[in-house]
């Protein structure tokens, strides 16, 4: 049964820090990883999307890894801003139609 | 990019009454949509499978009497909470898988329901 985990649970930096964020993943056979961001009481909005054959994506100030042999992927915030304030989630699917599996989520808040 | 939509956004209703929520694939096809829940400070949790023209798959724990899945067409599926109650008080959250974008999952904007 896949298990996705997030370290750390929240973080709270000032406004400029580079950052990471850390998911993993129990089973290493997945389809893709996709990590989102929530802000509060609203829906989910797709980052980035890695297909399991890829090492990395990268869009604007953000960079995603993975290395699906440890089962990690890691989200790369640089020069972070007030309004990159949210909850970042990552989330599996074994194949292309699966269901996804998400983890907890990392509480983010940039301090202006 | 490929579009998710759900009606409606947000619904508050007495304990007891039934709600229906509506999720379309606006530009594509999707014989497969899934249905999400989210309690406060928690992270999403698959409810369900919902298939084009056959039965939904539900997750253990869900009770696929309470919360009926429809999946009449390629673009749209509806979720029915019978019965709302309290405890029913979530986020409801579909998402549609495009294989031709490499398995990207879409996700709809979510339906805030609030039962009194």
């Known amino acids: 049964k896949q298990e996705v985990t997030q370290i750390p649970a929240a973080l709270s930096v000032p406004e400029g820090e580079n950052l990471v964020l850390n998911c993993s993943f129990t089973d290493s056979a997945i389809y893709n990883l996709q990590w989102f961001r929530q802000d509060p009481g609203k829906g989910l909005t797709s980052l980035l999307l890695?297909?399991?054959?890829?090492r990395e994506q990268t869009s604007g100030r953000l960079n995603a890894s993975l290395d699906k042999s440890s089962g990690r992927s890691t989200l790369y915030i640089a020069a972070s801003q007030p309004g990159d304030s949210a909850t970042y989630l990552c989330?599996?699917?074994?194949?292309?139609?699966?269901?996804?599996?998400f983890g907890p989520g990392t509480s983010l808040s940039v301090i202006p | 990019g490929a579009v998710v939509s759900q009606h409606p956004s947000r619904v508050i209703c007495k304990s007891g009454t039934s709600v229906k929520i509506e999720c379309r694939s606006l530009?594509?096809?999707?014989?497969?949509m899934f249905w999400y829940r989210q309690f406060p400070k928690q992270s999403l949790m698959l409810m369900a499978t919902?298939?084009?023209?056959?039965?939904?798959?539900?997750e253990q724990g869900v009770e696929k009497d309470k919360f009926l899945i429809n999946h009449a067409s390629l673009t749209l599926s509806t979720l029915t909470v019978t019965s709302a109650h309290p405890e029913d008080s979530s986020f409801y959250i579909c998402?549609?898988?495009?294989?031709?974008?490499?398995?990207?999952?879409?996700f709809g904007p979510g339906t805030r329901l609030t039962v009194l």
């Open positions: 890695i297909q399991s054959s890829q």
């Open positions: 989330a599996v699917p074994k194949t292309s139609y699966d269901k996804v599996i």
């Open positions: 530009d594509f096809q999707a014989t497969t």
């Open positions: 998402s549609a898988s495009l294989t031709s974008a490499g398995g990207e999952q879409f």
């Open positions: 919902s298939n084009e023209g056959s039965k939904a798959t539900y």
